[in-house]
């Protein structure tokens, strides 16, 4: 079956919350809350099969011009199946249709991110996002995770 992909609605909150929390739990992921969830629902995108929610991803805006994905998930059975390029591609014309320019992700998987066209760059080039976010991050001090970023081409 083809997973499809739609913008999220409210009674996705709970298996998105699901989702990001399976995988926070092993430090893969930022777990969100519920009511975080619903204060940002316009910016998340979810992917179904047969009707069953399997993964979810979401857009944070930090400049005019710069944006990230965040909140990247597939389920473990769901795999390997397309569903995570789908749901970039989704969140990246998301991010062009609202005018933005630049897209960045900060990953434990860069080798997903190289095969969508992303590049790995230093967080020093990241002062919007190092300085207005991670700085409240609790690893913030030992940070691991790598940097990518992607030109949005206008369509
Ligand atoms: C990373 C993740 C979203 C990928 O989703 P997915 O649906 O399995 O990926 P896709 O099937 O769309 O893969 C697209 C391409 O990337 C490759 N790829 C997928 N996961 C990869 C990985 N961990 N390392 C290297 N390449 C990977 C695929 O083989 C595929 O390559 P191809 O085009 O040559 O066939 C998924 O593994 C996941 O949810 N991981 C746990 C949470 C996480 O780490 N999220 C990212 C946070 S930034």
Same mark, same amino acid.
């Given at each position: 079956m083809t997973p499809s992909i739609r913008a999220a609605k409210v009674e996705d909150i709970p298996m998105i919350g699901q989702l990001l929390h399976e995988y926070a739990s092993d430090g893969r992921l930022l777990g969100r809350s519920e009511s975080e969830i619903k204060s940002r629902l316009e910016d998340f995108v979810v992917s179904e099969i047969n009707g069953r929610i399997c993964g979810c991803g979401s857009l944070e805006i930090f400049t005019t011009e710069l944006g990230e994905v965040r909140s990247l998930a597939v389920d473990p059975e769901n795999h390997d199946k397309g569903i995570g390029r789908l749901m970039v591609n989704q969140i990246e014309s998301m991010a062009l249709s609202r005018g933005l320019s630049r897209i960045i992700a900060l990953t434990y998987v860069p080798g997903f991110f190289s095969k969508l066209g992303y590049r790995i760059v230093s967080m020093e080039s990241l002062p919007e996002k190092v300085f207005g976010v %991670?700085?409240? %991050?609790?690893?913030?001090?030992?940070c691991d995770e790598i940097a990518m970023q992607k030109e949005l081409a206008l369509l």
């Open positions: %991670c700085v409240s %991050c609790p690893k913030f001090d030992r």
